[in-house]
């Protein structure tokens, strides 16, 4: 059997749709009891994003593509929490946990006795990661949020998209929620922090998430190039600020792109493209001397590339060591040899679809001793209440079947 990092970890999932989600995921996927608090009836809002797994009859299942792209590995349980029983149920929990998860609004569940300090003082121990868009504090804390609203107000679509001066261009989105994946990584990474503290100390510790903070941080050399040289960056498209030609180009058959790094790599490309003297030219003989020329130099290289396939290309410019490649849509990516071989695209034992496994994401950190295992898929609504009632609350059959008519589950 596959040693798991993280088997000596339970953690109590109380977030929904996407970052939370996707912080419990990770370590989930490394071993870790995973339970999943979901509203009776309702649960999760990701579980009503279609589409949908199909059956063997080719019939729409309820396990949505969406809901189990984040929630693999865990156990669901339903409670309702604003009633006084389910909040001692969930502090029950919360009691054998060694981190609780939650991306309500700020104060939500401080009315219902289950914020930081509450579950605090009943296990010291629980690393508390409580993830929003504006975060705890400042003047936007108590804001509603998307994605959306922080791919706009982080920055990230004003670099984002093409020179207002093109056709097509102005400000574009990234064209998936990626403020909420990136705070999903980053909020894996302080939790594993926080826990790898508290081996030192015995105690546990708060953890406050913000969408906009984690997507400025992700921004990267691009904020801090505005910080050191003062100088908004424009949109520029498929090119980039400080590397040229660092691009999209147009070969015969379609787009591609290539990524020259250094002088090394540009005279290659030049030689490979038949303009073996154009690193001499003055304009071009360092990089930051094709920043302030690419006007010049790009459209060059692109009537160059233009006159072949780009399989040509990429066969001609790899082995000499010159970065490109093809731009793929979602089909070419998992039709793509290397991709095959890496391993990206696994498949969970599923007992209501169609041939009996679901398609999966890899998690993409490959540890050689403890890997990532793919064990159980994403749970149907409830599906492990009593299980995990009886099994880790240690209640009686005949106290479940109580809160069960009262509908506290």
Same mark, same amino acid.
């Given at each position: 059997?596959?040693?798991?990092?993280?088997?000596?970890?339970? &953690?109590?999932?109380?977030?929904?749709?996407?970052?939370?989600?996707?912080?419990?995921?990770?370590?989930? %996927?490394?071993?870790?009891?995973?339970?999943?608090?979901?509203?009776?009836?309702?649960?999760?809002?990701?579980?009503?994003?279609?589409?949908?797994?199909?059956?063997?009859?080719?019939?729409?299942?309820?396990?949505?593509?969406?809901?189990?792209?984040?929630?693999?590995?865990?156990?669901?349980?339903?409670?309702?929490?604003?009633?006084?029983?389910?909040?001692?149920?969930?502090?029950?929990?919360?009691?054998?946990?060694?981190?609780?998860?939650?991306?309500?609004?700020?104060?939500?569940?401080?009315?219902?006795?289950?914020?930081?300090?509450?579950?605090?003082?009943?296990?010291?121990?629980?690393?508390?990661?409580?993830?929003?868009?504006?975060? =705890?504090? #400042?003047?936007?804390?108590?804001?509603?949020?998307?994605?959306?609203?922080?791919?706009?107000?982080?920055?990230?679509?004003?670099?984002?998209?093409?020179?207002?001066?093109?056709?097509?261009?102005?400000?574009?989105?990234?064209?998936?929620?990626?403020?909420?994946?990136?705070?999903?990584?980053?909020?894996?990474?302080?939790?594993?922090?926080?826990?790898?503290?508290?081996?030192?100390?015995?105690? !546990?510790?708060?953890?406050?998430?913000?969408?906009?903070?984690?997507?400025?941080?992700?921004?990267?050399?691009?904020?801090?190039?505005?910080?050191?040289?003062?100088?908004?960056?424009?949109?520029? !498209?498929?090119?980039?600020?400080?590397?040229?030609?660092?691009?999209?180009?147009?070969?015969?058959?379609?787009?591609?792109?290539?990524?020259? #790094?250094?002088?090394?790599?540009?005279?290659?490309?030049?030689?490979?493209?038949?303009?073996? %003297?154009?690193?001499r030219d003055e304009r071009?003989?360092?990089?930051?001397?094709?920043? /302030?020329?690419? %006007?010049?130099?790009?459209?060059?290289?692109?009537?160059?590339? &233009?006159?072949?396939?780009?399989?040509?290309?990429?066969?001609?410019?790899?082995? /000499?060591? &010159?970065?490109?490649?093809?731009?793929?849509?979602?089909? /070419?990516?998992?039709?793509?040899?290397?991709?095959?071989?890496?391993?990206? =695209?696994?498949?969970?034992?599923?007992?209501?679809?169609?041939?009996?496994?679901?398609?999966?994401?890899?998690?993409?950190?490959?540890?050689?001793?403890?890997?990532?295992?793919?064990?159980?898929?994403?749970?149907?609504l409830g599906e492990h209440?009593?299980?995990?009632?009886?099994?880790?609350?240690?209640?009686?059959?005949?106290?479940?079947?109580?809160?069960?008519?009262?509908?506290?589950?």
């Amino acid at each position: 059997m596959t040693k798991k990092a993280l088997d000596h970890l339970r &953690v109590l999932d109380m977030s929904r749709v996407l970052a939370g989600p996707l912080l419990a995921q990770n370590l989930a %996927d490394f071993g870790a009891d995973v339970i999943k608090v979901e509203r009776p009836h309702h649960g999760d809002e990701s579980r009503t994003f279609p589409p949908y797994v199909k059956d063997a009859a080719g019939k729409a299942t309820e396990d949505s593509a969406y809901f189990m792209s984040i929630n693999r590995g865990k156990r669901s349980i339903t409670i309702d929490f604003t009633q006084p029983r389910g909040q001692e149920l969930v502090k029950k929990l919360a009691a054998q946990c060694d981190v609780l998860i939650e991306n309500y609004k700020v104060g939500d569940l401080k009315r219902h006795g289950l914020d930081y300090e509450a579950i605090r003082a009943i296990n010291p121990r629980i690393v508390y990661c409580s993830i929003t868009g504006f975060g =705890q504090t #400042g003047p936007y804390r108590n804001r509603p949020g998307y994605d959306y609203i922080f791919q706009a107000m982080s920055g990230l679509m004003s670099i984002t998209g093409g020179p207002d001066d093109l056709p097509g261009g102005g400000p574009a989105k990234v064209g998936l929620a990626i403020c909420d994946v990136i705070t999903g990584i980053y909020s894996s990474f302080a939790v594993m922090t926080a826990l790898a503290e508290r081996e030192k100390s015995g105690v !546990g510790q708060y953890i406050d998430m913000s969408l906009l903070d984690t997507t400025i941080a992700a921004i990267s050399h691009i904020n801090m190039n505005y910080l050191v040289g003062g100088i908004v960056p424009p949109r520029m !498209g498929t090119g980039h600020p400080s590397i040229v030609p660092y691009q999209m180009f147009q070969a015969a058959d379609g787009p591609m792109v290539v990524a020259v #790094g250094n002088n090394g790599q540009f005279e290659k490309l030049c030689q490979i493209l038949g303009f073996p %003297d154009l690193p001499r030219d003055e304009r071009f003989l360092t990089n930051p001397l094709r920043v /302030q020329h690419r %006007d010049a130099l790009v459209p060059t290289l692109e009537a160059a590339l &233009v006159q072949k396939p780009v399989a040509y290309w990429i066969e001609q410019l790899t082995p /000499q060591g &010159v970065p490109c490649g093809p731009l793929n849509n979602i089909q /070419q990516v998992f039709d793509d040899a290397h991709i095959k071989h890496r391993g990206v =695209q696994v498949a969970i034992p599923h007992p209501r679809a169609a041939g009996g496994t679901v398609p999966a994401l890899a998690n993409p950190a490959r540890l050689t001793n403890t890997p990532p295992a793919y064990e159980r898929p994403a749970p149907l609504l409830g599906e492990h209440t009593r299980e995990i009632l009886s099994g880790v609350l240690n209640l009686p059959e005949s106290e479940i079947q109580r809160l069960a008519a009262d509908k506290v589950i």
